[in-house]
């Protein structure tokens, strides 16, 4: 970490910053220019509050040399992180598509869901049981009737399934999930991250809509700080000025997250965009960024026939969509398992 | 809610939809023109989910005519909510100023700063015990140690105390705390805003950085659903591309607001921008803007003394601040307790 | 275009605007409701200015139906436009590259570099001859010898060429210019896009950085309205709060506007990343996307030998992302000239 | 400007990189670590292309220490400077507020205005001649003729007039004009900055919608660098996530820019909020934040006496905000001329 200091500061205040530097074990280089006075803080300096530095009076600016996240970083670990989920591996050469409707509603549509994205190429099954709405008027889903109908689907197609949790409470019940999904909105809800760093099950975590990629290898750090290394990124959308899109999806962040960390990264071109008509380009774009797979929406419920163009495919259009993908996967040296 | 269906759409299907529409216990006025059908929903249509239609294959557009919010919302509360701590009240001509450190460190610096800023005008206390930290190498706050130190101070200068709450667990600890509030990133956390719906205490409610004000007032209701009336909203800064400040005060929300809702609403020039030098025209400018009231950092803690700058004001600075506000008030028709 | 008129408004001002309405040759069709009166205004509404009538006292909301774009609408012209630069085409199943560096810097530079482009698959030149900074104290490009230069490269390569006009009164000199380039900066400069409208030249118009998609398309519109319809749209990147890249690429942008336009989208990888290392991944992303083609700098000039890795390629590693680019192109049913 | 070095770098191109600062008139200073190497650039710094630094392979971080401005740099010009338009003074402890109608439309209409704003305390007069629109179909102005109706006004009236240019073109038609306004889609307009820069009078240089508050004291440096030093900037709201408000006032920057610049600055409370209610608040917000002036949209034209509630305000309006803002004034030091 680098700390300019202003022209002409008060040298006491300035020895007190170096002082207090050296109380939290870090070396101290200094270097007086004409202008200004340059401090090097050499050492672990993820402990250094940037933000307490940056905001004192004396200080002109920080330069942050060294990443604040360590059990995510590449730098201290170069190999890919091979996440395993029930024998299906995200990371490295693999592409997974995890694919299920936006909320179990019942059985036999979760289970006629789950064999159909199966039989299209899927190796996970996803659905929600808890949902996180904006408005608490809006459907919360079926709780834990959702988690046993989950189950059931796991059971009757061989399906590894990925749910989100939403409150620590729950935990418990989630035992027979195979990935847990932390959402967009409880990205920084440390308590939840914590939590989930002690269980011993891989955790999806999704991008919150303002987060910033260093924030959210942040998030990860959270939980890998507790034990658990099992973390795949999954890239939705943020938010920006752009009303056409629900979220506007970061492909960069892709690349970038491959040079920064060595977890596997998926997109979910589906809540990214909120529009079905959008997910195949979507998902050809994510492969072609580098993604490590992709988590996609479908449904075949007959009372939400109404919706052909949510952002949920019908099972036909899911086939589609990965027939389009296939072909891309060579190029960027990736392979699917079926 | 009204809904436009593009043209030359299947009939069936949009048949299908006003039997959905219906179904929803709404009555549906459809008028048919040239280039396209307009569909008017009649009656609470907050129960209706308004990504699910506007993504419909059949849908050009949707609009709302109605808030989806209704306990926070003015048109049924024409009212001014005025919100009680201990005799200090929020909202109406009531004008209150909320101070102290941005985490609790010991007694004396509690005790210290407390009696400090109640003597230049402040009505209620803050501080952090629970401390929600980007890193999880940060300092997290001393926990249940700082409750105790903060109800210390409560018993020794009278002042109600307001802090943050970041899981449901912790709940039974915050009995003596007046005045429970919800951080930023924890806006959406809906397990968290439901259990303090049903706990008989104001809650103060941030703003989510990357909130829309539709968001933040969806969040008051999930609260007030729950039974509890009192909240008070606290606009912090909302994230743009803009570097210079941490995040970008939005007092524009103040006024809009107040015509939306009939709840209180106080603004944190602290957090917003970051930076000390900024808490006074920003102060300033709240008050301008309408603001029932401010919620300030103020330190006094000699291991801090280093940092003169950070966005914690020194009790002299916050005594300034709150002598410049005085004379706005009386402008804005509004007044302080004391 | 409908208009949603508040409750119990006064109704000699709900007849003024249903007057005014009609004296903008549209028809109106009232429905009048319990809690709000419905307006659809029927015909033209290109001309209705919707921030004047959402900002009336009356009005509740306004909804756009038919969009404001009429030349690049493509409702009103369902086939892809075809842009022929030279031979080289722009749309439907063609794919071009563009390439060259970001300032014309010598003879030899230009030359040298449109050679390596062109043999490694680029069929149109680029190179700033005058350039937008931030800074009036950064290089301001060649100008008219930087135009000199490229028409050289132009004649011993025989390759189009692509340049950026800043200003109106530039334009005698832009004669032997193939294609117009206007920059993010001056996508909303109205009166330089009125001026290439009367130009019978194709015009290659940036995404401003902060430009949603329907403005970007108004600002086509501006041109197209003026008689040129050879309008080339170029996605590169738009603002936002994430700082590890410049912008950040929108290739949603991609689908959306292959939907509501006939016109071409390119992309440009190497503004919108500003790393070069980024440009193989956002370069394949794009193809996903659907792009009709790229514009990537490339550069060999020995003075910049040491910024290895500025946003600029060097012609191998160019080399490499369109040999990666090749073999997706049958999966989007695109292809290259060569 | 401080660089620092990866890890392991080619020690060639890292002397490569020094040779090239040295080439450009600056110092080096080196400080090797074990991490890292730190190179220091001492001298003017402003011609160094930060991106294109930051963007080498062997660059890990760049940090500028000197601001890239220097005209408008407060640094170098401790005190406010005063801008004086015909004895109207803008900066120090002076207050002014310009209004006037969005566009000129009559003779009728805008002497009406111009004696109704006077009266209540406006200074200068502003209306546009010609308006930059985001849809070609919209009305474009009066042009010249509206040129021709402002200057009759200020005949009439006394009061100096504050008008927009949008092309150089027409600069001769502004002799008359006192203040030339550059509006905030022009902000980056450089051939129009240079062209300004080179007049003597006063420039109201509006900030883009997307522009950090150092780009635009860069766009203030492109005019002073010309010659005159004569630039109010003006403060009108940039673009966010936030759908209520056309846009978000940044009232964060005015305390932010008296610290960076001695320029004064105002406020646009019309346009950034699109809203005539908001106005008042805004106001009182923008002269508790430490703004300069104001600068109001009032219409009085019948036509358009239907939209009460647009972004402008009627007479009487007008006059409640100046009334309202007048008591505030003395708390923030700073008085009207009458």
Known sequence: ?????????????????????????????VSRGENSTIIGLVGDTSKVDIDLVRSLDIVESVTRVQEPYKNANRKF???DTIVDVAGHKFGGKHF???????????EKQIIE???????????????GAFKPRTSPYSFQGLGLDGLKLLKKAKAETGMPIVTELMSERMLDEYEDVDVIQIGARNMQNFD????????????????????????????AEYVMS?????????????????PYTRNTLDLSAIPILKERTHLPVIV???????????????????????????????????????????????????????????????????????
């Open 96 to 106: 997974q598509i995890i694919a299920g409707p936006c909320s179990v509603e019942s």
């Open 113 to 127: 869901v789950a064999e159909a994205v199966k039989k299209a190429g899927a190796t996970l099954l996803r659905g």
């Open 1 to 29: 970490m680098i700390v300019v200091v202003k022209k002409n500061q008060n040298e006491k205040q300035v020895q007190n910053l170096m002082n207090w530097i050296r109380d939290l074990g870090l070396d101290v280089h």
């Open 268 to 338: 979910d071109p589906s809540h990214a965009s909120g529009v079905a008509r959008l997910v195949r380009p979507l998902s050809l774009a994510s492969v072609g960024a580098g993604a490590d797979g992709l988590i996609i929406e479908v449904h075949n419920d007959p009372p939400h026939a109404l919706c052909d163009g949510a952002q949920s495919l019908r099972p036909e259009q899911f086939d589609e969509v990965v027939q389009s993908v296939r072909p891309l996967l060579p190029v960027v040296h990736k392979e699917m398992d079926v």
């Open 226 to 242: 507790e034990g658990n290394q099992n973390v795949i990124l999954c890239e939705r959308g943020i938010r920006t000025f752009e």
């Open 77 to 79: 670990h170069p190999e």
């Open 192 to 219: 939840l991250l914590k939590a989930v760093g002690r269980v011993d099950k891989p955790i999806l975590l999704k991008r919150g809509i303002s987060a910033t990629i260093e924030e959210w290898l942040m998030s």
